[in-house]
C-alpha cells in the first residue's frame, strides 16, 4: 500500500517536504518512523488531520505528518 509522509522543520531539510512510501499491510506509524529515523518522543504524529500514536496501523491512501515539538516562551 501506498501512503503520503509529510515532513516540517529540520526533517523536511534531511529527508525532503513529502515522502511517498510504498508499505506492507499491518505497518504501523512507528515502524515508518522506524524507516526514516525519526524519534517518535519528539514530534507530532498527525494522520489524516487527527492526532495518533506511534502504534496506529496505517491504510492504503493515507497522509501522516511528521511536525517537531517546539518548546519557548
Do not use: C, F, Q, W
Not at 518522543?41 to 495518533?52: A, G, P, T
Not at 500514536?53 to 516562551?73: A, E, F, Q, R
Request: hydrophobic share 35%; charged share 30%.
Amino acid at each position: 500500500m501506498r501512503i503520503k509522509v509529510r515532513l516540517y522543520g529540520e526533517l523536511a531539510l534531511k529527508h525532503g517536504a513529502e515522502v511517498d512510501l510504498e508499505v506492507e499491510d499491518g505497518t504501523t506509524i512507528g515502524d515508518v518512523l522506524k524507516i526514516l529515523k525519526i524519534s517518535d518522543s519528539e514530534h507530532h504524529l498527525i494522520l489524516n488531520e487527527r492526532k495518533v500514536s506511534k502504534d496506529h496501523p496505517l491504510s492504503d491512501g493515507d497522509t501522516l505528518k511528521v511536525l517537531p515539538i517546539v518548546y519557548g516562551g
